[in-house]
C-alpha cells in the first residue's frame, strides 16, 4: 500500500491517522458495492419477464412444486423467472382475495394454476396438463369400527354423511364424481374451515371426510377427536392434481408459459416419481 495501517506495541495495537482514513474509505465502497449490486439485481429481476404460478398452496406439497420450479428457472437462467402467486391460498373465502379455482382460470389470474381436476375443468378451454395423482384418505370415527391406517371401501361408508367444505369447488366435484362412479349419492354436509385439522376436528360420529393422502398424514393424530385414518382402495379413489395453463395470443408469451409448466412437471416426475402420470 505504502504507507502504515496500524501501530503496534507490546501491549496494544491500533490503527495510524492513515490506516483510519483507509478503513473509512474501504467501508465507504463495500457499503456502495452491495448497494450497487443489490439495485443492479433489482433492475435485472423487474425487466425479467414473470409467468405466476398459483394453486392451493395451503397444500404445502403444491406449494413445494411451485417453488422449486422458481428455483430451477433461476438456476437454469431461464428468459423469465417463476412467481408463485402465494396470496392465492384457497382456504378461507373470509379473505378477501379468496377466488374458487374455476373463477381463477377464467379470469386469467395466474399463467399456471396447478389444482384438483374435475369433469367440469375439462370443459374449458384451456391447456391442462397431468402431474400427479393424490390417494383418497379418509377420517371416519373411531366408533364405526375401523382401525388407523385400515383399507376400506368408499361404498361401506356410503351410509354415512360426507363434509363439504364451502371452498375449493373443483374438490368438492372431484369427491363427488368418484362416488357417483362408484354407484352411490353421497350426503354432503357443508362446513366452514379455516384447515383440513379443523375441519378433521368438528367431524361427527355420522360424518366422514376425504382429504389427500399428503395432508392426511400431516394433521395432528392418528386420532384427531376419537377419528381414524382409512384408506379407500377403489381404483378411482384419488385426486388427480394437474396445471392449467393461460391462454395468449402472444406467442412468445404462449411460450414462457408452455415452458414454465414443462418446468412443473419435471419437478413432479423427479420428486414425486411414483405418482406422476408416464
Do not use: W
Not at 366408533?143 to 391406517?149: K, L, S, T
Not at 394437474?242 to 423427479?270: F, P
Amino acid at each position: 500500500l505504502g504507507f502504515k495501517l496500524f501501530e503496534r506495541s507490546t501491549r496494544s495495537i491500533s490503527l495510524t491517522d492513515a490506516g483510519v482514513l483507509f478503513y473509512q474509505g474501504v467501508l465507504e465502497t463495500l457499503q456502495r458495492f452491495d448497494e450497487t449490486v443489490r439495485d443492479a439485481r433489482e433492475l435485472s429481476v423487474s425487466s425479467t419477464p414473470a409467468v405466476t404460478v398459483g394453486g392451493n398452496f395451503a397444500n404445502s406439497k403444491i406449494r413445494a412444486i411451485a417453488e422449486t420450479a422458481a428455483a430451477r428457472a433461476v438456476a437454469q437462467a431461464l428468459p423469465f423467472r417463476i412467481k408463485p402467486d402465494l396470496a392465492f391460498v384457497l382456504s378461507d373465502p373470509l379473505v378477501a382475495d379468496y377466488i374458487e379455482p374455476i373463477d381463477a382460470i377464467l379470469e386469467n389470474r395466474d399463467d399456471v394454476l396447478i389444482t384438483f381436476a374435475c369433469s367440469e375443468l375439462y370443459t374449458l378451454d384451456r391447456e391442462i396438463v397431468p402431474l400427479y395423482r393424490d390417494p383418497f384418505a379418509v377420517f371416519v370415527a373411531s366408533d364405526q369400527g375401523y382401525e388407523n391406517g385400515q383399507s376400506v371401501k368408499l361404498t361401506q361408508l356410503s351410509s354415512l354423511n360426507f363434509i363439504k367444505p364451502v371452498t375449493y369447488s373443483t374438490y368438492n366435484a372431484r369427491i363427488e364424481e368418484v362416488c357417483n362412479e362408484l354407484g352411490f349419492e353421497p350426503a354432503l354436509r357443508p362446513r366452514y374451515y379455516g384447515n383440513m385439522a379443523d375441519m378433521a376436528e368438528q367431524c361427527g360420529d355420522d360424518e366422514v371426510m376425504i382429504v389427500p393422502a399428503s395432508v392426511a398424514y400431516r394433521i395432528p393424530g392418528p386420532n384427531v377427536s376419537g377419528m381414524v385414518r382409512v384408506l379407500p382402495v377403489e381404483h378411482n379413489a384419488f385426486f388427480e392434481v394437474v396445471a392449467v395453463c393461460r391462454k395468449s395470443k402472444s406467442a412468445e408469451d404462449a411460450g414462457r408459459i408452455a415452458q414454465a409448466c414443462s418446468l412443473v412437471r419435471t419437478v413432479v416426475r423427479e420428486r414425486f416419481s411414483d405418482e406422476a402420470p408416464s
